[in-house]
């Protein structure tokens, strides 16, 4: 079927491991910018692993994208504009087209901060998604329980 594709990223203490980025003058160790490898129309997603103490280095904000950050492993901080946010296992933040954004891994971090950063842009998602089909009559592809 040409109607999807896997790629394996590995486990989230394996990210530190690859050097990646969105181009090679901005690539770094912990980065896997993950819609360069699969063919993504609509959204695009990095897998991130930083060391405790290590930051970004930079700011930066979008004029058209959106992005969801989730935070998987460690301890860290963001700073969204003048304010600074705590982040760690099951945190998520959403940040909103123009706003600056910055982030680091604690220096008290137990571990390396890991998260993914997921981004999409265009239209507003409607509340339900109303181009979905259900079929709970097709029978499960795997053994029954």
Known sequence: MSGYQVTQIGAPDEWRDHFGGFDEARSRDGRRVVDHELKMQYIGMTANALEPGEEAGYWHTHSH?????????GTGQMGLDDEVVEVGPGTVVRVEQNVWRTWRARPDSAEQLRWLCIRAGGEQLPHLPNDGTRAPERPMPWPAS
């Open 65 to 73: 994208v959106e992005e969801l950050y989730v935070f998987l492993g």
